[in-house]
């Protein structure tokens, strides 16, 4: 199988549409800015001040003022514009953005969402998770589908402390494409070799199949 990752970036990319102005989160999803489909013009927020958020530049050519909400290295498009962090989260809290791209430690079937700490581990703070969560049309998670020992992530009830309560829209992981309703998660894509059965035994929530479940593209 592909990286892991790069399955989970490449299909998120392909949500967009023309137009939209979309915050990547920190982590994964900023991964996502380097597969946006050619003549997909959208605008790219980071929380930390401005829209135009570009490619990873290559390694050598890294800015240290030019860098995302999480410190990492980034590019700025032509056409970029920075500003203070009151203009960046009135953008969030006044509902201009069409979708935000975050990671999460645990997600649930009630479209609830834990990621920003482990009760006895040093955190940075949760940063502006609970303001895009609130204030974006779309929330997408990007992360991978169980922890490092092979423990579900997509559960029926979050153990977390929360980020947010029912404000999940759509889970990708490298298994799959699942979309968060009011009678729970839909299973609405695979990736190529991925069965029912196995994205199943790997999911504490008890998933919805429809009669048509389609494989993700990238």
């Known amino acids: 199988m592909a990286n892991p990752r790069e399955i989970i970036a490449k299909r998120i990319a392909r949500f967009f549409k023309v137009g939209d102005v979309v915050n990547l989160g920190i982590g994964l999803p900023t991964a996502v800015a380097n597969y946006i489909p050619e003549g997909v013009n959208i605008f790219l927020h980071s929380e930390n001040g401005f ?6 530049p290559p390694e050598g050519q890294e800015q240290k003022d030019v ?19 009151a203009m960046s989260f009135a953008i969030i809290r006044g509902g201009h953005l069409a979708a935000t791209v975050l990671g999460a ?45 092979g423990a579900p992530k997509i559960l029926k009830e979050c153990t977390l402390p929360l980020t947010a309560r029912g404000e999940v829209d759509y889970i990708v992981t490298e298994l799959g ?13 695979l990736a190529p070799g ?15 199949i429809p009669d048509t479940v389609q494989t993700m593209e990238f």
Do not use: Y
């Open 51 to 56: 829209i135009g958020l570009g490619p990873t």
């Open 67 to 85: 860098v995302n909400a999480g410190g990492q290295p980034v590019t700025i498009v032509p056409g970029g514009a920075c500003f203070d962090s």
């Open 105 to 149: 430690l645990e997600v649930d079937e009630k479209g609830n969402l834990a990621n920003w700490m482990i009760p006895g581990k040093m955190v940075p703070g949760m940063g502006g998770a609970m303001d895009l969560v609130a204030g974006a049309r779309k929330v997408i998670i990007a992360m991978e589908h169980t922890t490092k020992e």
């Open 177 to 189: 494409l699942m979309e968060v309703t009011e009678e729970g998660i839909v299973l609405r894509e």
């Open 194 to 208: 991925v069965t029912v059965e196995e994205i199943q035994a790997k999911t504490q929530a008890t998933l919805i």
